[in-house]
């Protein structure tokens, strides 16, 4: 899978950590690294509505595909 450069292991750290403990919700496109509010935890092919695609993944989603 191949995402968007400023998506680091510390940026899906942060968004776990705040879905996890907070009421924040964050998916992230792979495609252009925007951030999304309201995806469920394990959110996958999410429309984004930056780059009009359909990657917006949940941030854990991402860490298991890109470090599995």
Do not use: W
């Not at 950590?17 to 959110?43: K, S, V, W, Y």
């Amino acid at each position: 899978m191949r995402i968007h450069k400023s998506i680091t292991f510390a940026r899906l750290e942060d968004a776990i950590h705040r879905q996890m403990f907070g009421l924040d919700n964050p998916g992230i496109c792979i495609t252009c690294g925007e951030e999304t509010g309201g995806c469920p935890p394990d959110a996958q092919r999410y429309p984004c509505y930056s780059c009009d695609t359909s990657t917006v993944y949940a941030p854990a989603e991402i860490l298991i595909r890109t470090h599995a």
